[in-house]
C-alpha cells in the first residue's frame, strides 16, 4: 500500500503503469462513509485475437476523503481506457480518466490487488473490411443490399441529394435508401484500399435495417473481418444469424 500525497508522487505512480494506456477502469465504488475507489486493470500482456492470453496487474487507487468526484454518465467495465492523467486543482490532485470520470483529493492510497490471466474475447464493431474481386464491386453491393431489403438503395456522396451515377467510383461514398437522400448526409461508408480490400463503416444516418443488410451482403465474401475477427463466409452468416461466435481458433487467421 502506498500513500501518495503530491502530485509529483501521482504522476510517478501513473507513469510506471504507462497510465494505464489501453487498460480498464473494472470498477468504481463510494463507499458510505464517501471514500471512492478506483479499480483500475494494467495490461502486462495484451492478447488482441480471440483466445490470445491476456496478462493484466489490478491496482486500487483510493480517496478516503475526496474533495470532488464526477463518475462517468454509464461505465463499461469491459471498455478499454486511453489513459489516466493526473493534474493540480485548487491546490489538491485530480485523477481523470479520458475526461469522463476525476476524482479530486489530497491524499489518495494506491495499493495492488493482484494479477488476472484471461482469454482474450472475441468482439465485432460497426465495421468490417472484406477482399472483393471484380463482381464485388458498387453494383454489387448496391443490388444485393437492395434485394435483400426489399427496397432499392444507391451510392451517394457525404451530403449529396442526388444518387450517383452507376459505375462511378464509390471510394468515400455512403450507401443510403433513395427516400432518405433529402433527409440525410451519410449512411454507410465505403473505402477501398490498394490492395483490393473493401472496407464498410456504420455512419450517422445509417439504420439498422440498412447495416443489416450490408453485413449480410459481405457474406458473399470468401472472408470478413470485424473487430478481433476474421470470419470465413460460413462462419460470418452464422453469426449474423444467431449472434454467437465460432470457436475462437476459427476466427484467428488473416484476411487474405
Partial sequence: MVRIASLT?????LDERGGFGDGRLAGINRSEGGAVTLRLE???????????LCVVEVHELVAEAPFAFEPPDRHDPDGFITAVSAAELDGRMAVQIDGSVSLVASVFTARRVGTLRRRTEPWTGDEFTVVADIAHDGRFWSRRVGELLGAPVVWRVLGGREPRATGQDIDGC???APSRLAATDMGVFCMLHRN????MRRERDADADLWWAVRLAAGQCDRIRSGNCVFTSADWNSYLATNTFPPGERLRGDLE
Avoid: C, I, Y
Avoid at 508522487?9 to 505512480?13: E, I, Q, R, T, V
Avoid at 494494467?42 to 490470445?52: C, I
Fill in 174 to 176: 455512403f450507401l443510403q
Fill in 42 to 52: 494494467e495490461n502486462v500482456r495484451l492478447g488482441l485475437r480471440p483466445g490470445d
Fill in 196 to 199: 483490393g480490400s473493401v472496407t
Fill in 9 to 13: 508522487a501521482l504522476d510517478a505512480w
